[in-house]
């Protein structure tokens, strides 16, 4: 989950240009009736650039059993450096999974195809909740693959103090306690929010307003981790950690009397992760098939159980337990949650701002 550096874009763009040409779709489809994945010829490859720790191996075993389309999945760890690997073009994407203000960069830049919906009936399952969103409001582009939020997770056998928010936080009591996702917009955002501000308003003013509160928090932390911030809990190396609710759910899962998760007060942002097909994509018939196949409810079921975020599929929630459906950080008030919008040459001077922050500690 996770977020770009949008100046990117514009620095790619020459490079991007010149990658355009040359497309070729991948085996055309063949039906097989209402709501499940059509059948393509024999063979045939679909190159995947998605999160690390999100997509079950599983999965793409099994739609290569039923399709004979190979699955090449490689994973990046953060928006910025998929994208920067998408513009490069050292590599073919035909599917990537950006976050919703990287989709909404890279569909100003005409960068994403349009989705063709008669290949992708199981469509239809996706909640209300994750639709008419800023980023993609038709589901033109994208299909939602979790829903997400960052919340604080708290170790209760070693910290006894009331935790509501970021402030109860970033205190210097827990200094070297701390595990903090490794993104600087989301840290920005943390402090942004607690003093009144609006998380999207990213200007030079801001940022110089919440600087000196910035560096005192970034001193507290002890790791930085985007990939799997929950390991440092579970290992005990820290205390308290600021991360992504799928990983604070397998932590409520793991030991719910011993980690709690808090939303924090002064206010919490969304996240949705989707899949999207790049403008120089060489199998979109293949990509919009691993679509509609991860739609279906018993696959989509599958990623829930081994990536317990906000599942954006109202079918498959009907087959998950109802333990599953109570875990507190699987399934946050995500509905009245604003989302991270696109925000320009601003996400450079954020990068810029944590990056020379964390190098003069």
């Excluded at 919703?100 to 063709?116: G, R, W």
């Excluded at 003093?195 to 932390?221: F, S, Y």
């Excluded at 507190?328 to 925000?343: K, N, Q, R, V």
Aim: hydrophobic share 40%; aromatic share 8%; glycine share 6%.
């Amino acid at each position: 989950m996770k977020r770009i550096s949008a100046l990117l874009i514009l620095m790619f763009l020459p490079l991007v240009a010149l990658l355009g040409c040359g497309k070729k779709e991948g085996p055309a489809p063949q039906s097989t009736g209402s709501g499940s994945a059509p059948e393509p010829k024999a063979g045939g490859e679909l190159n995947l650039f998605g999160w690390s720790e999100y997509i079950p191996q599983e999965i793409l075993d099994g739609f290569t059993k039923e399709t004979g389309i190979k699955v090449n999945y490689e994973t990046f760890a953060s928006n910025e450096e998929m994208l920067s690997k998408l513009l490069a073009g050292s590599t073919r994407y035909d599917l990537i999974q950006p976050s919703e203000y990287a989709i909404e960069a890279l569909v100003k830049q005409k960068k994403l195809q349009p989705l063709d919906p008669a290949r992708i009936p199981n469509l239809k399952n996706i909640a209300a909740a994750f639709r008419n969103q800023p980023h993609d409001p038709e589901l033109k582009y994208t299909v939602p693959w979790m829903g997400t939020t960052v919340g604080i997770v708290v170790n209760t056998e070693k910290v006894k103090e009331p935790v509501k928010g970021y402030k109860d936080v970033f205190q210097p009591k827990y200094k070297g306690r701390i595990v903090a996702l490794n993104d600087a917009r989301e840290i920005v955002s943390w402090v942004m929010v607690t003093m009144g501000m609006n998380a999207n308003d990213v200007t030079p003013e801001n940022l110089a307003k919440i600087k000196p509160t910035l560096a005192e928090w970034i001193k507290l932390v002890k790791v930085f981790d985007s990939d799997s911030p929950k390991t440092a809990l579970l290992n005990g190396d820290v205390d308290i950690g600021v991360i992504w609710s799928g990983e604070a759910a397998l932590l409520y899962q793991e030991n719910k009397n011993k980690f709690q998760f808090i939303l924090p007060t002064e206010g919490a942002h969304k996240a949705i992760d989707s899949l999207a097909i790049p403008e120089n994509a060489e199998n979109k018939i293949g990509a919009e098939m691993f679509m509609n196949y991860i739609l279906r409810p018993e696959v989509s079921k599958l990623i829930s159980d081994k990536f317990p975020y906000t599942n954006p599929n109202t079918e498959a929630r009907k087959l998950l337990t109802p333990e599953q459906l109570a875990n507190p950080a699987s399934y946050p008030p995500l509905a009245g949650m604003e989302t991270f919008h696109d925000i320009g040459k601003a996400a450079a001077d954020v990068d810029k701002l944590v990056t020379d922050l964390k190098a003069a500690q």
